[in-house]
């Protein structure tokens, strides 16, 4: 770029080639002086990008964990500001992948204004409540690596293997 611009300008002032010659050495020098100023700004940022990517991206792995029954004892629906107490086994383990680089996405069907409050209350370790924002997702389900869930059935690949176990279905806590 410098070179063309260098040149059409000289040519176009009627500049000897001496002196056009001197310009264009010149310029040369300046945008090598630049590029090599530019390199490891160039190399920083570049850097940036793939820790950021590496950390917060796509690839970081995100729990959703089920709040009734598994962040908070559940025996049956009450109310909406009526609340089991906090499960400790699961908080720690919340705090442990939290430490690991995970994301945890709280979800319930209760509101996210209804249980707030009692995530932060019980230093329950969580990111964002019935919504993964970093994989916007078009229907109600939030986007996570794995569902923590009481109500939770893993599909085995084999349906009608599973069928029994979905008839007979009970949470750990033996609720159906
Ligand atoms: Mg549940």
Redesign the pocket.
Known sequence: MGFKWVEGKGLREGRRPKELWKSVEKTKAQEEDRAAKLLPQFVIVFFMEVTVTDNKGDKQPTIAV?F???IAD?DGWESASAFGPPRGDVIEVLKVLRSEGWKIVVYSCRASEEIGPYLRENSVPFDEINQNSSSPARGAKPVATVYW???AFCYSGNAQKDLEKLRNFRTWSGRR
Do not use: A, L, M, P
């Open positions: 089920d009734d029954g598994v559940y869930d009481d109500r």
